[in-house]
């Protein structure tokens, strides 16, 4: 009975171990992505004045053989679903790239996985400002209403082109008055 019991209680810990291993695989990298399931960035939101959806979101899909993209973007209202092509994912889930097809031209996109894979940051483009990134947060609740657009950060000035100025007069440096020397004696 004695090692009938140790047999027991052996597969009881090995099946344990063998569950919880799994779960280990999935957590973030280093605090990025991670390495299995699906996530949901979005930074979706409705114009007060149209009702029109604004913004664009992204479904991360994670498997073992491959990692999938699904991309939505607005044009006045949300587009048909694109699956994107050419998906990388870094090995620690901190940045990925794809490309998906917009009207006959192929765009691709990345941006960097931040805040333990809560937060996508896409390179630049937000508002029309190529230095501006857009920052896709993740969907945890999708019962919840979209929010009210912000309105778009003012673009920063476009430095002032220098005016044609005239020829560069060489510049002497300052000098000092000089004294005239003493008449020296003249000998005969």
């Known amino acids: 009975m004695k090692i009938a019991h140790q047999i027991a209680c052996f597969?009881?810990?090995a099946a344990s171990a063998a569950i919880a291993a799994p779960k280990a695989?999935?957590?973030p990298a280093a605090g990025g992505l991670p390495r299995y399931g699906m996530a949901v960035y979005s930074d979706l939101c409705v114009h007060p004045e149209s009702g029109e959806f604004g913004g664009q979101?992204?479904?991360v899909q994670r498997f073992a053989e491959?990692?999938?993209v699904i991309y939505e973007f607005?044009?006045?209202g949300l587009s048909w679903p694109l699956v994107?092509?050419?998906v990388n994912i870094d090995p620690q889930g901190r940045q990925m790239y794809f490309t998906?097809?917009?009207d006959e031209e192929e765009r691709t996109i990345s941006g960097k996985f931040q805040d333990k894979g809560d937060t996508l940051v896409l390179d630049g483009g937000y508002c029309g400002q190529p230095d501006v990134p857009s920052r896709l947060r993740k969907v945890k609740d999708f019962g919840r209403a979209a929010p009210v657009c912000k309105p778009c950060p003012a673009p920063k000035p476009a430095p002032l082109e220098p005016?044609?100025?005239a020829p560069a007069v060489p510049k002497m440096p300052h000098e000092a008055p000089v004294k005239q020397a003493a008449p020296q004696p003249q000998q005969a």
């Open 66 to 68: 491959v990692d999938t």
């Open 11 to 13: 597969s009881l810990l």
């Open 163 to 165: 005016e044609e100025e």
């Open 84 to 86: 994107a092509g050419d």
């Open 100 to 102: 998906v097809q917009v």
């Open 57 to 59: 979101r992204i479904s």
């Open 25 to 27: 695989a999935t957590k």
């Open 74 to 76: 607005t044009a006045g």
